[in-house]
């Protein structure tokens, strides 16, 4: 296709998470969103297992590309979708077999089965998970228990090639999507696993594409069904985590760590090794659009804050920060885990030391400081190195933000809002990101931290 990269006005974005879907368009400029459209993603109980609704989320797709091709109009397509999710196709180009939901738990029979078959961590980097978080387990039960279906099979495809795929007809994987704790994928040197062979299922894999690559224009019977008359290329797209770290990857040197903030906290180690990683830690690699390994740790301190707060009450931003050398001082700690099942220290309870009697701004002051002190153990994990890039809610905690600095020894930098798996999607195209809104970095050194994060740790039994 001719390269019109430098010629684009706005981009459209397709963007499908487990939960929510939506279709936008973005000023290739500003990087602003000016138009979006939404629906909710639906897991459907009928048929052999649970899956996704695929021809609700099609309608939906070209109901709002019909929308947009007027106003505001467009020049090209990215995609971008959450992982853990292969689509097998049959000859025709249609569903050998509906699209798996990866919260379906499995007959032990079957997992036992898969688990003799998974290549180890030190091939892989991906941690065993439950479901079909692991796509190689997918795959398993498909052909294990849906022999015939299976057998149909013409080509395997990750979740946002599927969909470049419907408006292309170019069937393509991409590395973001296939290093997303598959089991199909060795980071380390950047090919396909043993475990393709060991399923057979090598020649069914699709061509792997750069997440870059436009792929082709949209089909011609496509493009008259949405009403637009000249050629749209669409881009191959990327898995969703990778998609909000594609604008660090192209703004930034190595080494440096991201954090990204939501109901989960996952850590990002760019330019970091796999040396000791530890899977029973939540640590695992993940591999970036240029198809470089990221060492990756996480765990859900966005879904413990909110608990946590719910529990404590409200307290003035500036009266949390203005407690934490009390906090520090009267040794009020928090202890993992307030969500059991996840994280750096896996198997612990939550526990509260200290006084009982603290007041909101303390608790939740003592709460900071816990979640910087679980991001610091995460980040160590991973060997991250260099300065800190904090996205999402947690950027607008001062509390954390100096704790994270002060445990650490590294300039914070915060980031408010969280940056959009819109807007990193839209990179593909080869746009510029926009100017990111970032805070001075904080290099903070707060009075009796290092004591009393050895006393968190010995408190854990971890020290």
Not at 11 to 35: P, Q, R
Not at 300 to 311: K, P, S, V
Not at 416 to 441: D, E, H, W
Request: glycine share 10%; charged share 15%; proline share 6%.
């Amino acid at each position: 296709m001719t390269d019109h990269r430098q010629s684009y006005r706005r981009i459209v974005v397709l963007d499908i998470g487990k939960t929510n879907a939506k279709v936008v368009v973005l000023d290739a400029h500003s990087g602003a969103e000016i138009a979006a459209v939404r629906t909710t993603n639906t897991v459907l109980k009928t048929g052999p297992y649970p899956h996704y609704d695929i021809e609700r989320l099609w309608d939906f797709v070209i109901g709002a590309l019909k929308g947009f091709a007027t106003t505001p109009g467009f020049d090209a397509i990215s995609i971008t979708t959450h992982g853990a999710s292969a689509v097998l196709l049959a000859a025709d180009g249609g569903l050998a077999l509906p699209v798996l939901d990866y919260e379906h738990v499995y007959p032990d029979a079957v997992q036992q089965a898969y688990e003799r078959l998974r290549p180890p961590f030190s091939e892989t980097f991906s941690p065993k998970l439950s479901g079909g978080l692991n796509v190689g387990a997918q795959i398993h039960c498909q052909k294990s228990q849906f022999p015939d279906d299976f057998a149909r099979v013409r080509a395997i495809l990750t979740y946002p090639q599927y969909w470049a795929f419907r408006l292309t007809g170019v069937a393509a994987n991409e590395v973001t999507s296939l290093g997303c704790h598959t089991d199909l994928w060795n980071p380390t040197a950047g090919a396909y696993s043993s475990l393709v062979d060991t399923l057979g299922i090598r020649p069914l894999m699709a061509s792997i594409r750069s997440a870059f690559d436009a792929l082709g224009p949209i089909l011609p019977r496509i493009a008259t069904e949405i009403g637009i008359d000249t050629p749209v290329p669409v881009y191959c797209g990327i898995h969703d985590s990778n998609a909000s770290l594609l604008p660090h990857l192209v703004e930034n040197e190595v080494p440096f760590a991201v954090v990204s903030t939501g109901t989960w906290v996952i850590s990002f180690a760019v330019g970091g090794d796999l040396e000791h990683l530890d899977p029973t830690r939540d640590a695992l690699a993940n591999v970036d659009a240029y198809g470089r390994a990221v060492p990756s740790s996480r765990f859900m301190g966005g879904r413990e804050f909110e608990i946590l707060a719910g529990e404590i009450g409200q307290a003035d931003p500036n009266a949390i920060g203005a407690s934490l050398e009390t906090v520090i001082g009267k040794g009020i700690m928090l202890l993992p885990n307030v969500v059991e099942g996840s994280g750096p220290f896996p198997g612990k309870k939550i526990r509260w030391i200290g006084d009982v009697s603290a007041s909101p701004a303390e608790r939740l002051a003592a709460a900071s400081l816990y979640l910087a002190l679980m991001t610091e153990a995460c980040l160590g994990l991973i060997g991250a190195k260099g300065p800190i890039f904090v996205e999402g809610p947690f950027a607008l905690n001062r509390a954390y933000l100096a704790a994270l600095s002060s445990l650490t020894g590294s300039d914070v930098v915060a980031l408010p809002g969280l940056t959009g798996t819109s807007q990193g999607a839209a990179l593909l195209t080869g746009i510029r990101p926009a100017a990111a809104t970032a805070s001075q970095p904080i290099r903070a050194e707060l009075l009796g931290l290092q004591d009393y994060r050895e006393a968190w740790h010995t408190a854990l039994g971890d020290g």
